[in-house]
T-cell receptor, first 113, second 112 residues
Framework: GDSVTQMEGPVTLSEEAFLTINCTYT??????LFWYVQYPGEGLQLLLK?????DKGSNKGFEATYRKETTSFHLEKGSVQVSDSAVYFC????????????FGTGTSLTVIP | EAQVTQNPRYLITVTGKKLTVTCSQN?????MSWYRQDPGLGLRQIYY???????DKGDVPEGYKVSRKEKRNFPLILESPSPNQTSLYFC???????????FGSGTQLSVL
C-alpha cells in the first residue's frame, strides 16, 4: 500500500544552519504531497504542498520539490531559526489510497542559538 | 475564524467507560478524519468521512466508532476504552482529498 518514509530524528542544528529532512514515498498513481509542522502543544498545520511532479512548494523559507523519478519530497531551508524548532511531518494523499492521508513518523527539529 | 474545534483537550478515564470526543468544523468541509498520534508511529488514521452519512475505516479502526449526521460534526466514540487507546487524538478536515488538512488542537486521552 501507499506509505511515507521520512528521516529519523531528532535533529539538532545551530541557528543559521542549513536544514534537510528527507522524505520518500510509495504510491500508485499521482499523489499530492505535503509537509506539516507541529509546534509544541499544538495541532499540525500545513507548511507547504505540491500536487504534481516537478512542482516546488515553498513557505516561510522552507522548500520542497516533488520528484517523481526518485519518489521524494525532501524539505529544505537555507538558514534555520530558533522559532523553527518543531516536529515536521511528510504526508501524501491520493484517491488511489482509498481516500486517505498517510503521514510519516515525524522528525523533531531543535535549533539552538 | 476558520477552525476545527475538539473537546475535551484532556481526558482521563477508566477501562470500559464509554466516552465521546467531539469535533466540529466551521469551514463547510466535505472531508473529515480522525488520527491518533503515538511516539515513533507518527499519525495513523482511525476513520474518515467523505461526506454526510459516508464514513470509512482508516488503518486503525478497531475499538472506535464515528458518525457523520451533519456536515460540521464528526464525533469519535470509544464504546469500551482500553489502556492501549491511551494516545493523542486529532480531528482534521479539508475541502476534499488532496486539499490542505486543517487540524484541531488535539485531545490527550489516558485510559487507566
Amino acid at each position: 500500500g501507499d506509505s511515507v518514509t521520512q528521516m529519523e530524528g531528532p535533529v539538532t542544528l545551530s541557528e543559521e544552519a542549513f536544514l534537510t529532512i528527507n522524505c520518500t514515498y510509495t504510491a500508485t498513481g499521482y499523489p499530492s504531497l505535503f509537509w506539516y509542522v507541529q509546534y509544541p502543544g499544538e495541532g499540525l498545520q500545513l507548511l507547504l504542498k505540491a500536487t504534481k511532479a516537478d512542482d516546488k512548494g515553498s513557505n516561510k523559507g522552507f522548500e520542497a520539490t516533488y520528484r517523481k523519478e526518485t519518489t521524494s519530497f525532501h524539505l529544505e531551508k537555507g538558514s534555520v531559526q530558533v522559532s523553527d524548532s518543531a516536529v515536521y511531518f511528510c504526508a501524501l494523499s491520493s484517491s488511489n489510497t482509498g481516500n486517505q492521508f498517510y503521514f510519516g513518523t515525524g522528525t523533531s527539529l531543535t535549533v539552538i542559538p | 475564524e476558520a477552525q476545527v474545534t475538539q473537546n475535551p483537550r484532556y481526558l482521563i478515564t477508566v477501562t470500559g467507560k464509554k466516552l465521546t470526543v467531539t469535533c466540529s468544523q466551521n469551514m463547510n468541509h466535505e472531508y473529515m478524519s480522525w488520527y491518533r498520534q503515538d511516539p515513533g508511529l507518527g499519525l495513523r488514521q482511525i476513520y474518515y468521512s467523505m461526506n454526510v452519512e459516508v464514513t470509512d475505516k482508516g488503518d486503525v479502526p478497531e475499538g472506535y466508532k464515528v458518525s457523520r449526521k451533519e456536515k460540521r460534526n464528526f464525533p469519535l466514540i470509544l464504546e469500551s476504552p482500553s489502556p492501549n487507546q491511551t494516545s493523542l487524538y486529532f480531528c482534521a478536515s479539508s475541502l476534499s482529498l488532496g486539499f490542505e488538512l486543517f487540524f484541531g488542537s488535539g485531545t490527550q486521552l489516558s485510559v487507566l
